[in-house]
């Protein structure tokens, strides 16, 4: 087997860089790892068998749920219940966190919070959809685990990844020490070290976000727009539009070649549409590691003070400079919250020093 490393050695092998893990929390990605191979395969068969088209239930956003949704939480749940390590699952198709209670997981440390179907409104139409999961260690020390052990800030994450179910399929985590990708492999049924230390580029040209939404963007956005599409050798410009509408898979490429992806605030969803503990902070934890930057328009996602469970938050995340631009922009021309930026003063000299102030009015 020379040359392939399997996640699961990998997973081993990394164990040495936390010098008191007792194997719970790579127990824990195995899990998950296999979880995410049964999801993998029923993906893949969507065309083939009855579980495609909507399921006929609302989740706690009052979403439609496809089938898939349900069968990929129940799948997850039930792995991270007998694999023993988890004391919690907070899953965006559950209006309450999941207690796991087993004799297994009698003194399991580990909360989950996972988006088990992302994109999932793509199914039927063979697009590309994904998994993205979170890992913190509950912070009580005795007693049941408690909705305060789950509602921690994305810069407490011990890990995060997702899974992209594309023309191939891929595990990319991260534990804090960079980021790894991994390819599965259906011959032999193995995720396969084929992305190591993956990194963003810092700039890039390619945006990806629902411009359908455009009337209701905040300005600082409509801004944004007006400056990735104005022609400009020298910074790229325009950049291409790419948006598939599965947040892992715009995701994913941005983080391969460049780009940045947005979902602002909109008059739909004033608080921005995407939530933030199963979707946003694991993206946010895995881009930052690899270099990027994920911000709600002023500030750092992993510093968001979560409240509940469901909280959703707007995104901007990607190349370090695509973000830097839009936040500025923000700032500028979204002024409402200027005191919360991370930019305490001197915008327009950082505009000019970007070279973003001509042309965009
Ligand atoms: P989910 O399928 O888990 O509900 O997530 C869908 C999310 C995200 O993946 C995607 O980027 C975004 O919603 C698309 O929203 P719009 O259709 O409003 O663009
Ligand atoms: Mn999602
Ligand atoms: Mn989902």
């Not at 789950?150 to 992209?164: P, R, S």
């Amino acid at each position: 087997m020379s040359g392939i490393k399997t996640l699961g050695q990998f997973i081993i092998e990394k164990q040495a860089d936390f010098p008191y893990a007792k194997g719970e929390l790579s127990r824990l990605l195995r899990d998950i790892g296999i979880a995410s191979k049964i999801v993998n395969r029923e993906v893949n068969k969507a065309g083939l068998v009855d579980i495609l088209g909507a399921a006929g239930t609302m989740n706690i956003q009052g979403e439609g749920q496809q089938k898939l949704d349900v069968f990929a939480n129940t799948q997850f749940i039930s792995a991270l219940t007998s694999g023993g390590e988890c004391c919690i699952v907070a899953t965006e198709e559950e209006d309450d966190f999941v207690k796991i209670d087993s004799p297994v997981s009698k003194n399991a440390k580990y909360i989950v919070c996972i988006d088990p179907l992302d994109g999932s409104s793509n199914i039927d139409c063979n697009v590309a959809v994904g998994t993205i999961f979170s890992i913190y260690r509950r912070k009580s020390t005795n007693g049941k685990a408690t909705l305060q052990d789950v509602l921690q800030k994305g810069t407490e994450q011990v890990a995060a990844g997702y899974v992209i179910y594309g023309s191939s399929t891929m595990l990319v985590y991260t534990t804090g020490k960079g980021v790894n990708g991994f390819t599965l492999d259906p011959s032999i049924g193995e995720f396969c070290l084929s992305h190591p230390n993956m990194k963003i580029p810092p700039n890039g040209n390619i945006y990806s976000l629902n411009e359908g939404n455009y009337v209701h963007f905040p300005e600082g956005v409509k801004k944004y727009l007006k400056y990735v599409q104005v022609e400009d050798k020298a910074t790229n410009r325009p950049y291409t539009s790419r948006y598939i509408g599965s947040m892992v898979a715009d995701i994913h490429r941005n983080l391969i070649k460049g780009g940045i992806y947005i979902y602002p605030t909109t008059a739909r969803s004033p608080k921005g549409k995407l939530r933030l503990l199963y979707e946003c902070n694991p993206m946010a934890f895995i881009v930052e590691q690899a270099g990027g930057i994920a911000s709600d328009g002023f500030n750092r996602i992993l510093e968001i003070e979560p409240t509940e469970l469901h909280q959703r938050t707007a995104i901007f995340i990607g190349s370090e400079h695509m973000v830097h631009v839009a936040e500025s922009l923000m700032l500028e021309f979204s002024s409402e919250r200027k005191s919360e930026s991370r930019y305490i003063s001197g915008t327009e000299a950082k505009l000019e020093q970007m070279g973003i102030v001509g042309g965009i009015d």
